[in-house]
T-cell receptor, first 111, second 111 residues
Framework: GQNIDQPTEMTATEGAIVQINCTYQ??????LFWYQQHAGEAPTFLSY????GLEEKGRFSSFLSRSKGYSYLLLKELQMKDSASYLC????????????FGTGTKLQVIP | DAGVIQSPRHEVTEMGQEVTLRCKPI?????LFWYRQTMMRGLELLIY????????DSGMPEDRFSAKMPNASFSTLKIQPSEPRDSAVYFC?????????FGPGTRLTVL
């Protein structure tokens, strides 16, 4: 089984940088995902990490440390449209595509 | 591509009635997932298919829930009989590779 923890809510200011943390416990790690979900909409894929280190994609970056069971999503130059929930999800070994999602972090960007 | 298609988008029914949710995955995707999302429990995996074959249904709450995938372009999730605690948003997702593409969801309300 898996246990995924992330903060419930965060608030940040437009133009600033925010880091959303995720810790996980799993018996066989095989990848970590970040998804963005605006209120009333479906989740959309942001990033995928399977090896340690930082993956950068525009204003968004995702970091992974497998030994610590830790990841973060870094959002730079925050915009009002970044107000959304951010879901951390972990995949386990097993040869299949099963992914377990955390309960998400609701980010509010204020002017 | 139109993306993952789900119907209906909204469903209001009375306790005890049968509910059928429908999903058309993205053409060429060989995995299909059914999720349920609530405020309390977040995004939960109910069942997923690979090449139309159910792989893991351990997330299906109870015998009242059933899912089928008769062909590569269509899947159903049925609840019979429905109960108020089944009220949630039900998402269908498909993937080929590691990124999951979610449909817009069906918001189910059981009175």
């Amino acid at each position: 089984g898996q246990n995924i923890d992330q903060p419930t809510e965060m608030t940040a200011t437009e133009g600033a940088i925010v880091q959303i943390n995720c810790t996980y416990q799993t018996s066989g790690f095989n990848g970590l995902f970040w998804y963005q979900q605006h209120a009333g909409e479906a989740p959309t894929f942001l990033s995928y990490n399977v090896l340690d280190g930082l993956e950068e994609k525009g204003r968004f970056s995702s970091f992974l440390s497998r030994s610590k069971g830790y990841s973060y999503l870094l959002l730079k130059e925050l915009q009002m449209k970044d107000s959304a929930s951010y879901l951390c999800a972990v995949r386990e070994w097993g040869g299949y595509q099963k992914v377990t999602f955390g309960t998400g972090t609701k980010l509010q960007v204020i002017p | 591509d139109a993306g993952v298609i789900q119907s209906p988008r909204h469903e209001v029914t009375e306790m005890g009635q049968e509910v059928t949710l429908r999903c058309k995955p993205i053409s060429g995707h060989d995995y299909l997932f059914w999720y349920r999302q609530t405020m309390m429990r977040g995004l939960e995996l109910l069942i997923y298919f690979n090449n139309n074959v159910p792989i893991d249904d351990s997330g299906m709450p109870e015998d009242r829930f059933s899912a089928k995938m008769p062909n590569a372009s269509f899947s159903t999730l049925k609840i019979q009989p429905s109960e108020p605690r089944d009220s949630a948003v039900y998402f269908c997702a498909s993937n080929q590779g590691y990124e999951q593409f979610f449909g817009p969801g069906t918001r189910l309300t059981v009175l």
